[in-house]
T-cell receptor
Framework: DAMVIQNPRYQVTQFGKPVTLSCSQTLNHNVMYWYQQKSSQAPKLLFHYYDKDFNNEADTPDNFQSRRPNTSFCFLDIRSPGLGDAAMYLC???????????FGPGTRLTVL | AQSVSQHNHHVILSEAASLELGCNYSYGGTVNLFWYVQYPGQHLQLLLKYFSGDPLVKGIKGFEAEFIKSKFSFNLRKPSVQWSDTAEYFCAVCGGNTPLVFGKGTRLSVIA
């Protein structure tokens, strides 16, 4: 089945220790998104890639970076995680910025 | 900028009761509307979507939603809820080339 896969499902890191979250997709969609979802809140878009073009949301902290080495993979790098970065991180894909997005299961990040 | 309002933070219903969750949005142009569901510990899943045509949209698991353009609303309904419908429900809106914007979510608890 075509799908969006996120690894790991649970990640624990220490305050200030860089961490990378991974997303892959078999849908062959050209747009990939990263969202941050804190407890009992709506998902918040951090950035997205339209093909190789990176689009950062205005209020996304500089601490968050992303890489997309090819169509199938996209990474979220948090350079110096703070306690406030503990959240669920969701990856999603769509075709040509079409309105429907397909979500992965998420990675729950804990910062100690 | 687009915004989405979900009026109820937490709804508690008995099994077999009818459900209506409110969603209002602000956007002047053509919109695409979605309801997503997030079961405890699981990822976001699409319940239903409206792009155009019949404003009454039927989704999975007996859910439906009605788009009322004059009221900028897209309320979610189900005639008879089950315990397994306990989840968080998110309304989302996408208009033009803007990214998907989520409401804050409504937690539904169904009790026996």
């Amino acid at each position: 089945d075509a799908m969006v896969i996120q690894n790991p499902r649970y990640q624990v890191t220490q305050f200030g220790k860089p961490v990378t979250l991974s997303c892959s997709q078999t849908l062959n969609h050209n747009v990939m998104y990263w969202y941050q979802q804190k407890s009992s809140q709506a998902p918040k878009l951090l950035f997205h890639y339209y093909d190789k073009d990176f689009n950062n949301e205005a209020d996304t902290p500089d601490n968050f970076q992303s890489r997309r080495p090819n169509t199938s993979f996209c990474f979220l790098d948090i350079r110096s995680p703070g306690l406030g970065d503990a959240a669920m991180y969701l990856c999603a894909t769509s075709r040509d910025s079409g309105p429907e997005q397909f979500f992965g299961p998420g990675t729950r990040l804990t910062v100690l | 900028a687009q915004s989405v309002s979900q009026h109820n933070h937490h709804v508690i219903l008995s099994e077999a009761a009818s459900l209506e969750l409110g969603c209002n949005y602000s956007y002047g142009g053509t919109v695409n509307l979605f309801w997503y569901v997030q079961y405890p510990g699981q990822h976001l899943q699409l319940l239903l979507k409206y792009f155009s045509g019949d404003p009454l949209v039927k989704g999975i698991k007996g859910f439906e939603a009605e788009f009322i353009k004059s009221k900028f609303s897209f309320n979610l309904r189900k005639p008879s809820v089950q315990w397994s419908d306990t989840a968080e429900y998110f309304c989302a809106v996408c208009g033009g080339n803007t990214p998907l914007v989520f409401g804050k979510g409504t937690r539904l608890s169904v009790i026996a």
